[in-house]
């Protein structure tokens, strides 16, 4: 599948009153999407399609506008008074703006980039999300727990201490436990926001093979500063650059042969 | 050594020398304070002075029992009104308030902070007392429910900013709404300081005399329900202290020491409750 470019990520089709089907194989799309931090513009004409069990990766300099765009994919930009966004972004279709923001944010998940486990037990921690969605008979929290740390590949380590304190696991056990939490309502799309920048290289290799193995599970969108990283870990990479989407494309053809040279130089490191 | 040396040096000790006897006068009036309170009060405190009702005046071994339960009322009273009010405030502005909004409520808050404590005599006095044709527990309870709101809700505003956003965003991302959030992550979170701010603001309440002598009064004998007069301590230290008979003397100085007893052990346990809180730094 080829991917295009924001120039050219325009959609032909028109969205209401078309027939065109969403393609399976896409699980989000953002068209010509802009956002504003009050009259300045942080991210312009952004268009690109998030492939439905892959793992897209979103690199580039500090500053570019990666993680502006991603916090736009499940609205967390709401908590921020003038934030606006303008342009299309759709989850299987629907327009995520008009849907009700509460269950997009059941349906799109997100890990920060440091892990922010809530002050209460780790069984607490994982069974909050499914508590404010008003599922809770005992058994089926202990066994969705149980569930999502194994998905986690946190399991064997906490089990026998799921009542102390989240706060009295390593660093990199707390991110973990924090995607624990996130799958414990089974989101279709994961959104990853550097989770390994505070992390160590053993911790990080451990989240970075948990994520290949959730791709059955849900699609997952990874903001990294680390190129290796996306290298590594991600089926298709995005390149931003100052609030644009320079090449959205495989993995293999945006660090073997670059369409452009800003992404080129950026891969060799001459800048960012 | 050159003259600027010797100067510097001199000036170094001289103010080394003044700050410190500021500290030490500081820490010597409270101790000072306390000593007398101890010795003329500890003296008069015994069984009596917890168990028995004020005596016929010139009789000896009577007690404060009524006051002690009377501020105890009052108290509870004022935490009825000042915490509810006080913290689902404070919930307001740290959460939900546009800045304007905000920003009026905090600065009326601070000025109500700041009215002096008879001027809510007053204020109760004619609100609650004069149509109410008597004095009693209710008004007292009201006036200092009151006065306990602004430093409830600033207390709680602060307790409640102190909790780190990426908590909030932690609870937002799983698909809480605002107000779930706040009530299940952000205010458990934030308990401990909002706590404190509470007891701290009940032992600084209990110690205010001038809204109660025109609002519950004063009652020798045991006052039943709400509408009654009712006796409290520092009412009854004013009265005591004032009289001409050597037994209510020692008696006032006796719930002194209760009085600063409350204070110093709502305090210590402020600290004990802050110090065996949860801090959110990890690893």
Known sequence: MVMKTSEESRPTERAAGTATPWPADIKMRAAGLDFYYGGKQALHSIGLHVPTGRITALIGPSGCGKTTFLRILNRMYETVPQARPEGEVLLDGEDIFSLDVVNLRRRVGMVFQKPNPFPKSIFENIAYGLHINGIGSKSTLAEAVEKSLRRAALWEEVKDQLHKSAYAISGGQQQRLCIARALAVEPEVLLLDEPCSALDPIATAKIEELLFNLKDICTMVIVTHNMQQAARAADYTGFFLMGRLIEFNKTAVIFKTPARKETEDYITGRFG | MTLRTRWRKFVNVVMLSLTGLCALFTVSALFFILGYLIWYGGKSLNWAFFVNLPAPVGESGGGMANAIVGSGKLLLLASLVGVPIGLLGGVYLAEFGGRTFSFLVRYTTDLLNGVPSIVMGIFAYTIIVIPMQHFSAFAGGMALGVMMIPIAVRTTEESLRAVPLILREGALALGASKWKTVATVVMPA??????????????????????????????????????????????????????????????????????????????????FVVSRGISFRRV
């Open chain 2, 190 to 271: 934030a308990m401990r300081g909002i706590v404190t701010g509470i007891m701290l603001t009940l032992a600084r309440v209990a110690g205010e005399t001038a809204p109660l002598l025109f609002t519950a009064f004063s009652n020798h004998f045991w006052s039943s329900g709400w509408n009654q007069p009712i006796d409290t301590l520092p009412v009854m230290i004013y009265t005591y202290a004032v009289g001409p008979y050597d037994d209510w003397h020692r008696q006032a100085w006796a719930a002194g020491l209760v009085l600063l007893a409350l204070v110093l052990v709502a305090n210590i346990g402020a600290r």
